[in-house]
């Protein structure tokens, strides 16, 4: 398991021009309460969206969602 002094032994070997980004990026990882908050706003409105549908449709719509989750993470992707 890393421990905290691990990782601040590894920044010591960052090149003092990717400073600025690997601030950047540690930055982006923090929880952002604001963000947070507006994207249960945006959540929270889809609420209720599927009431008008019937039962069989709703199935098929959620084993179309699982086709396509199956689809999409389920290869290999090079880098």
């Not at 929270?44 to 019937?54: A, H, K, Q």
């Amino acid at each position: 398991m890393l421990t905290l002094n691990t990782i601040l032994e590894e920044l010591n070997d960052v090149p003092v021009d990717r400073l600025q980004d690997l601030y950047s990026y540690i930055h982006s990882l923090k929880a952002n309460p604001k963000k947070s908050q507006a994207s249960k706003k945006k959540i929270l409105s889809y609420v209720g969206l599927f009431n008008g549908m019937s039962q069989r449709d709703y199935d098929d719509f959620l084993k179309e969602v699982k086709r396509t989750r199956t689809d999409l993470f389920d290869r290999d992707i090079n880098l």
